[in-house]
Structures are given as C-alpha cells and as structure tokens.
C-alpha cells in the first residue's frame, strides 16, 4: 500500500510538471505571437495541439503571417484581399451576412472564398420591413419598424420591431417567435416582451386546403383570457365573388362575449379588402403579387397606411 501511494504522487507530480510546461510554452508562443514573430509562433501552438486557445490563435497567426508578407512583397491588391476576407469573417460574427456574402463574391478564387459561398442561403425578396403611418388630422403619426430573422429553409422564425405614437409618447417592443407544422403553415406565434416575458401566444388551425379556420389568442393577465376567431368560407356565385366571414368573440375564464364578424373578399394575389361594420381595409399588390400597401378606412374617414418594404436575405450555415 505504502509503494502503491508513492507511486501515485510520483503521478501527480509527472501530470503537474507536464501541465507547467505547457503552460510555460504557451506563454513563450504568445510572447512571439504579440511581437510578430508569427511563423515561430504557429510552431508552439502546434506542438500544443488543443491547449488553451492554441488553434484560435494559429488561425490568427496564419492570417496575419500572410498579411505581412503580401506587404513586404509590395503586392498591395493581394494584402487588399487578405483583408477584406479577414473583413468577410467579422462580418458573419457581427450578423451582417449581406455584406459578407457579397465580400466573398468580390474575392472570386482567393482562399477558400468559393467555397464559404456555398454556405449561404439566399431568401429572395423575403419580407424583411414594414413601416406605418397613421393619418387622421395629422395631429399623430404612429410609427414602426419591424425586422426578420430566418432559419436555415427560408422562413421567419422570429420578428421584432418598434412601435411608437408620436403624440401619445406610447412605444411598444415584442419579438415574436414562429412555430411551423409538418405542412410549412404557421401554428403558433409567442409576443416576448422587452424585458424577455411572454406577453401573449396566438395558435392556429388549418382545414385540408391549408386555410386558417381557427386562432385562438392568449393573454398572461391573470384570469384565463382568450381571444378566438373562426373562419367561415363561402364559394362565389354568380351574384357574388368568392368570400370569408370571419367571426370574433372574447372569452373570459371560459365565458364567452360575441364581438365582431367581418367579410374579406379576394383579388387575384389574396386578400382584397375587408369589410367590418363602418371600417374598411384595402390590400394593395405590385405586379409580382406581394402587398405593398394596406389602407385601414375608419367611419370618420380616418386612414391607416401600412407599407411593405422587400430585399434579399442572406442566411450563414457555418461549417460543422
């Protein structure tokens, strides 16, 4: 037993040298490193394979080592590029895949620069904005902004934005996060509120023909307080083009109080208008068939125009 322990010391001790000297060249390897001497460098990081940040700071290393030798060479479109790919990187770490997708493209052969290419998704024309003005007496202008984010196959996954009354000083802040069924259709849509709250959820329900036939909204007030609209759809005829009512009541811990039923009706590319009491709203779409504006008309004349703005949307799949 006596020996048995000794020799686990002796053990300790080997693991705790050898732990030293790693560390003691490690701090020699970035002595090098901060004083430029970057092929020496790389060397020690090698030789100390996954210690600490050693393949972190090779990548670096390598970078900077070819930096300073396009320089020295006087080759200034090739230290140029080498930037601008470094650029491409901070790019993707800072979000902003527009940009690097179209650095990467401007480097044509340069590195692994084709390939990276091939790990962008490009979303066209995806919805990516909206702004509203609400107009009465033009004594307010509600203002808003919202912003996407998409996963890997194209779809919002989440949007967040603004929403501010002038007058009022009144704002709102919500990200909403999408839930999609095994048909692509949206089933649910969580608000989270600024501080990181569920504020609200809205689910959904579809028929055969991928139509919305239920949404029921609900709220974190306290009580069980449930918003549910229906969707009744009606066939045109030949006295009336083709229609859906849609049929709104409020429930309170299971009570329910009727509100509202509205009418829509359909143009070519989807909604055209709806109709609701004295309150009108009005889609508008350009010639590819996406909405560029919405017009809410009130009894008292009152409008609100709801613009849509569209662009590319560049998503990133880094390599595994």
Request: hydrophobic residues 30%; negative net charge; glycine residues 8%.
């Amino acid at each position: 037993m006596k020996k048995a322990g000794i020799f686990i010391v002796i053990l300790a001790l080997c693991v705790l040298l050898t732990a030293c000297g790693e560390q003691k060249a490690y701090d020699e390897a970035c002595a090098l490193f901060e004083n430029g001497r970057y092929a020496e460098a790389i060397e020690m990081f090698r030789a100390l394979g996954e210690f600490s940040d050693s393949p972190d700071r090779i990548k670096i290393a390598e970078t900077r080592l070819e930096q300073t030798s396009v320089w020295c060479s006087g080759d200034n479109s090739a230290a140029e590029r080498a930037l601008r790919y470094k650029d491409a990187f901070t790019c993707i770490e800072n979000g902003l895949t527009r940009e690097a997708y179209e650095t990467f493209s401007s480097l044509g052969s340069y590195r692994d620069s084709a390939e990276q290419l091939k790990r962008f998704t490009v979303v066209k024309n995806a919805l990516v904005g909206e702004e509203t003005h609400v107009v009465t007496d033009e004594s307010d202008i509600l203002r808003g902004t919202a912003s996407y984010t998409y996963g890997s196959d194209g779809r919002a996954v989440l949007r967040s934005g603004l929403c501010m009354l002038d007058k009022y000083g009144f704002s709102e802040n919500f990200s909403y996060h999408y839930t999609y069924d095994g048909s692509g259709n949206v089933s649910r849509i969580d608000a989270v509120n600024e501080p990181g709250t569920l504020s609200f959820s809205v689910a959904y329900e579809y028929d055969a023909n991928g139509r919305p036939v239920r949404e029921l909204y609900s709220d974190n007030s306290g009580v069980t307080h449930e918003y549910v609209t229906s969707y009744i759809y009606h066939d045109a005829t030949e006295e009336s083009e083709p229609y859906t009512e849609v049929v709104e009541s409020e429930m309170f811990n299971g009570n329910a109080f009727p509100l509202t039923t509205r009418q829509e009706s359909y143009g070519p590319f989807g909604v055209s208008s709806v109709k609701c009491g004295d309150v009108t709203v009005v889609n508008h779409y350009g010639p590819d068939g996406r909405m560029t504006d919405s017009v809410r008309i009130g009894a008292d004349g009152s409008r609100t125009v709801t613009t849509y703005s569209y662009d590319d949307v560049y998503i990133y799949t880094p390599a595994a």
